[in-house]
């Protein structure tokens, strides 16, 4: 293995029904990009994650409205809500009361000791935890003047600052993100970090960008993190549909042998011998397969001679060439057909597969 198979036992806290840090499985979460106070929006979208298997969504709660909202929300959604709250320490309280099953502050922007100690007070009375998310953006000026800039070492003084300041009020359901935008930056905080503390983490690389330089970095980011066994919780940061969040969190988790969720695709790159549209064929499948939730492994090669040879670990699989079409599972060619029907026959027998088999 190139990464380490042991990972760092950190306290264990729940969001909701969701068990993070201990033994509990690395989860992967996403934020909502609809105004929360469009309430029908903001459920489609959470529903619409609920699907592709994010396990906690954040949304953002801006003022009263978004804070009231938070109670209609949580009656149609079936996942942990959080509430990110900035500056006005009464919308954490509100998001509290309207029944949110976490918050999300940086308590550096909510004000004086007095206000972080009423929001701590109401989230002790029910009982939910609160992650302290800190910025490479939005550090404190005597940090940013200290260290002669924003460095790793900086955001790490500022996480152990708060993380004090909410244990000054004898409080310790705390979950702790330490971000920046830049790979190495962010990699070398949270290594920093875990050495400072057992509070589980929230892994990712903020404001990482677009699909490509998204996933890039996002990958690279949270697998070397995750690859020193560092992490309780990952959010791919995409400037997208955060479905798509989703999508690249398990695939970074498969990668990495740590999770293993919804189908594992395996293509090949093509070459002059393909005589089918496999690209097209490829984004089919992927497409008709987003919401399916077991971890199975299914090849499309575009050679019906050496397709199923080279994909001999695929669960089931399908090739194509000179019209005729074949499926085959684990390496054995098990049917043929007309080349048309590549996808539909695919599907079908993957709705076919005994689901005892695979492990959610």
Do not use: W
Not at 270 to 295: H, M, W
Not at 306 to 334: S, T
């Amino acid at each position: 293995m190139l990464f380490t198979s042991i990972r760092k036992k950190t306290r264990q806290i729940k969001v909701g029904n969701v068990e993070i840090g201990g033994s509990a499985p690395v989860s992967v979460q996403s934020m909502t990009n609809t105004f929360t106070q469009d309430v029908p929006a903001t459920i489609k979208q959470i529903r619409q994650l609920e699907d592709a298997g994010c396990e906690i969504v954040r949304i953002a709660v801006p003022d009263q409205e978004a804070a009231l909202a938070v109670a209609s929300i949580k009656k149609n959604i079936s996942i942990p809500l959080i509430a990110d709250i900035h500056f006005d320490y009464r919308l954490a309280i509100a998001s509290i009361k309207a029944g949110a099953d976490g918050l999300r502050i940086n308590p550096g922007n909510i004000g004086s000791r007095e206000k972080i100690k009423a929001v701590v007070d109401c989230a002790r009375e029910q009982n939910l935890p609160i992650r302290i998310g800190v910025n490479a953006g939005s550090l404190e000026k005597d940090l940013v003047e200290k260290y002669k800039g924003v460095n790793a070492q900086a955001m790490v003084e500022s996480a152990m600052r708060h993380i004090h300041l909410l244990e000054s009020f004898d409080y310790h359901e705390i979950k702790i993100s330490i971000k920046a935008s830049d790979v190495g930056r962010t990699v070398e905080a949270y290594r920093l970090l875990s050495e400072k503390t057992d509070y589980p983490l929230h892994v990712g690389v903020t404001e990482a960008g677009g699909l490509y330089s998204g996933i890039v970095k996002s990958s690279l980011g949270i697998g070397m993190i995750l690859a020193q066994g560092i992490g309780d919780t990952i959010r791919v940061s995409l400037t997208r549909d955060p479905v798509e969040e989703i999508r690249v969190g398990y695939e970074i988790l498969k990668g990495l042998g740590i999770r293993r969720h919804g189908p594992e695709i395996i293509s090949c790159p093509t070459c002059g011998r393909c005589k089918i549209n496999l690209f097209d064929i490829a984004e089919q499948v992927e497409k008709a397969l987003l919401s399916y939730p077991y971890p199975i492994k299914v090849a499309i090669m575009g050679c019906v001679v050496n397709g199923p040879g080279e994909a001999r670990e695929a669960d089931i699989g399908i090739a194509g060439g000179d019209d005729i079409g074949i499926l085959f599972k684990k390496g054995k060619v098990v049917k043929k057909f007309p080349q048309e029907k590549l996808v539909q026959v695919l599907l079908d027998e993957i709705e076919k597969l005994d689901k005892k088999s695979y492990k959610i």
